[in-house]
């Protein structure tokens, strides 16, 4: 916070300028992300037991009672999606599709693009540090959100009385 001087001592406004000008100005720094206290570059390289005490309880039962083969093959395909693309040119990988709604997403997904089943189409979703700990389903939509009109004929009281002809 910059202290303004009392205003007696500032005999003219050039004083005033140059009070200001002395203060060093404070760089805004970006947010570093952490998942539970645990940085992006440490949570990447972070071996499979010591995340799972890391996710919430329902991602620990799932990780401790083991993840069937398929699972297991979605992250191999990510993963050679991710090494086949240039990452440092800005280039994204190709689009892995899926119907896996209930992948919990781990930390080594970060940057993969996946395409999620919602029933009817693929819904591509580029994974973000973010999403870490989320399943891949709270990113693709299955329903379409309710828009509520107009009342139609006969769904309320005053409409009972209106002649149908």
Not at 5 to 15: E, G, K, N
Not at 148 to 160: D, E, L, V
Request: glycine share 6%; proline share 6%.
């Amino acid at each position: 916070m910059i202290r303004r001087p009392p205003r007696s001592t500032l005999s003219s406004s050039s004083a005033a300028s140059d009070v200001y000008k002395r203060q060093p100005k404070k760089r805004s720094t970006f947010r570093k992300y952490t998942y539970r206290g645990v940085d992006l570059e440490n949570l990447v390289n972070m071996p499979m037991p010591e995340l799972i005490e890391l996710v919430h309880a329902r991602a620990r039962r799932r990780f401790k009672h083991g993840l069937p083969r398929k699972y297991w093959s979605l992250l191999k395909r990510l993963r050679t999606a991710k090494n086949a693309c240039d990452l440092a040119a800005g280039e994204k990988p190709v689009c892995i599709k899926t119907h896996l709604r209930n992948m919990i997403i781990l930390p080594e997904m970060i940057g993969s693009v996946v395409g999620v089943y919602n029933g009817k189409t693929f819904n591509q979703v580029e994974i973000k540090a973010d999403m870490v700990g989320h399943y891949l389903a709270e990113f693709s939509m299955s329903y379409k959100p309710v828009k509520h009109g107009t009342a139609g004929i006969g769904a309320t009281k005053s409409s009972r009385f209106v002649p149908l002809k």
